[in-house]
């Protein structure tokens, strides 16, 4: 009677610390009790293909393995779940996890007020036409993995964290999450540039963009267009194609350097006097890896084109040359047919033999053959 009272005791006083929080896995809410099941999905009515499987042993490793599910996933509140309006936000406040500097709750909330304000910033559903084109948080961002495999720790130096903090789970935690920062595991400068080109090289899109934006009586820049097709003749992607990391890539030009990881989310027009592609800072900007750059310097275009409405001139310089290219080749081919016919009509014949060459004697006496 005794053992079965302790038991319930126990078990209702763990229950009331999970719902308390503060017993506190990767899945206390338990949504993995159905959400385990591979083949967990379905065919919406539009036909879009939904996959509702979390794989655990993934899940634990990413960044956001210690977030509950309901903490970003704050619209689930019954079962059967209700229909989804708006989903994920990343401006949610997790209610799981402190800030440990700040003892608040954590949240991107710094993040998201530098991108709601920047040239892409949106809610996460689009508002309107025009937001539509514009990235949220997770066109850019997964959910990534700290570590691919925890055997890949570093054993020499979490073997020292263990003498003191003796709890494995704590070490290898903590180091994942520091050593990810410390490693650098942001994009490369050819994958910045890839992200960018997934929207600013769609053509037709673009088109379609400014006709909407013009419609709305605003404007956007000269090079919107053709910001990626142009970046792609610049001598910067040029070496940065091969690999070579120190040239300029989107972002370097884009976002301010001081607190990178902050203002690459506060990427503004070249028209606000605050962006570092206004012309007031432009000189600025080139100087970080350009030490001498002067207003002269600004001259060569980091978006260069040869399109008639962009650079008139270098259009009509590379047309003049066109033609006068075609015209010299031209000329070069004619030459030979001429030549070639008048050989022959001097009875020269072109043999192959022995090498090549033009043989036998001119029965007209106009031998052009030197031995
Ligand atoms: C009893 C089983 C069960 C549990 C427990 C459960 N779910 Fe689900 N969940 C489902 C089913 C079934 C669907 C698919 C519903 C549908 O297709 O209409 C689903 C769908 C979802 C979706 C997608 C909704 C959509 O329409 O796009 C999300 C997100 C989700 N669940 C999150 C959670 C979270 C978070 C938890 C834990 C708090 C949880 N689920 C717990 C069964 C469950
Ligand atoms: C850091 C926030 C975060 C956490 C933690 C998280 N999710 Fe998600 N989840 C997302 C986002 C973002 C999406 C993409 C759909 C969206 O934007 O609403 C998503 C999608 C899903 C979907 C598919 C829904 C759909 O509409 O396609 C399911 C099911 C799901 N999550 C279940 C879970 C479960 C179960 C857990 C806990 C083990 C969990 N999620 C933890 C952010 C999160
Ligand atoms: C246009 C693409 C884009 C959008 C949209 C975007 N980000 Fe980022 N974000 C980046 C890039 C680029 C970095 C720098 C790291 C890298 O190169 O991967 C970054 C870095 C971060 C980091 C730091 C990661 C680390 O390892 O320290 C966080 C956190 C983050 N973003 C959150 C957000 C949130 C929240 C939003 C939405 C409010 C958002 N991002 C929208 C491109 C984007
Ligand atoms: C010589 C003992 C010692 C070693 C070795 C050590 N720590 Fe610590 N660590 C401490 C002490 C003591 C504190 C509390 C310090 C304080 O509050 O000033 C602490 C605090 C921390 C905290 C902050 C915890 C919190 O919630 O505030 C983290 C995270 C941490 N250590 C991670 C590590 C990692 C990762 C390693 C290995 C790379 C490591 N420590 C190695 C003694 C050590
Ligand atoms: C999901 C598509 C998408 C991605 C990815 C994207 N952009 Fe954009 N970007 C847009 C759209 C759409 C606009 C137009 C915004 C508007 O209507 O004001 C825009 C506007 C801009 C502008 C300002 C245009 C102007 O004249 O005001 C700049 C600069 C810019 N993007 C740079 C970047 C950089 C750098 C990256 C990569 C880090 C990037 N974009 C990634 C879609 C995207
Ligand atoms: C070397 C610096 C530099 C690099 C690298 C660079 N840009 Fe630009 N970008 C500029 C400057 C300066 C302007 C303003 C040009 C003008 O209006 O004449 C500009 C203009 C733009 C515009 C038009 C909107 C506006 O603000 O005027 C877009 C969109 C854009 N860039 C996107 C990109 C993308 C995407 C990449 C990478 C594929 C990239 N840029 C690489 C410097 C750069
Ligand atoms: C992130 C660093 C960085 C930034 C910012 C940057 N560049 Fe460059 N740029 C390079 C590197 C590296 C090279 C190639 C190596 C070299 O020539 O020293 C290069 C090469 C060039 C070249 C061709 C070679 C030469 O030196 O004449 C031009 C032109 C150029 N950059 C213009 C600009 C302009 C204009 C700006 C500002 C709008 C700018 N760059 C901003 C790093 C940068």
């Known amino acids: 009677m005794k053992l079965r009272y302790g038991i319930t005791v126990l ?94 709750k954590f949240n991107h909330k710094n993040i998201y007020e530098v991108y709601r304000k920047s040239v892409h910033g949106r809610d996460k559903v ?82 379609e963009h400014l006709k909407i934006v013009e419609e709305e009586g605003g404007e956007l820049g000269k090079k919107f267009l053709y910001a990626s097709e142009s970046y792609k003749e610049s001598f910067h992607w040029k070496v940065i194609k091969f690999g070579f990391k120190e040239a300029a890539n989107c972002l370097d030009c884009h976002a301010e350097k001081d607190n990178y990881y902050l203002a690459v989310h506060d990427i503004r027009s070249s028209r606000d006097p605050g962006s570092t592609t206004h012309r007031g800072n432009r000189v600025r900007t080139c100087r970080r890896c350009h030490e001498n750059a002067d207003e002269n310097f600004l001259e060569i275009d980091p978006h260069p084109t040869a399109r008639k409405d962009d650079n008139p001139l270098v259009y009509w310089v590379e047309h003049v040359y066109g033609l006068v290219g075609d015209g010299v080749t031209l000329a070069l081919i004619g030459l030979m047919i001429l030549e070639t016919i008048g050989r022959r009509r001097d009875g020269v014949a072109w043999v192959l033999r022995k090498g090549s060459s033009w043989r036998r004697k001119s029965p007209r006496g106009r031998d052009r053959i030197y031995l």
């Open 11 to 104: 078990l209702c006083g763990w229950i009331f610390l999970i719902l308390a929080g503060y017993v506190h896995g990767a899945d206390d809410e338990n949504c993995l009790m159905c959400h385990k099941y591979i083949k967990m999905g379905r065919v919406t009515k539009d036909g879009e293909r939904k996959y509702y499987y979390v794989d655990e042993s993934i899940f634990s490793k990413t960044v956001h393995n210690r977030v509950r599910c309901r903490d970003c996933h704050n619209y689930i509140d019954r079962l059967p779940h209700d229909p989804v309006k708006v989903g994920v936000t990343c401006n949610t406040e997790c209610h799981s996890i402190q800030n440990p500097s700040t003892k608040k």
């Open 126 to 207: 689009a508002k309107n036409e025009r937001d539509k084109d514009k990235p949220y948080c997770i066109f850019c961002h997964t959910n990534p993995v700290y570590i691919p495999d925890e055997k890949e720790l570093p054993k020499e130096i979490t073997e020292r964290c263990l003498v003191c903090h003796k709890d494995r789970r704590f070490v290898n935690h903590r180091y994942a999450h520091t050593g990810r920062r410390i490693k650098k595991v942001g994009r490369s400068p050819k994958e910045i540039v890839e992200l960018c080109s997934i929207c600013h090289e769609r053509e037709e899109m673009l088109h």
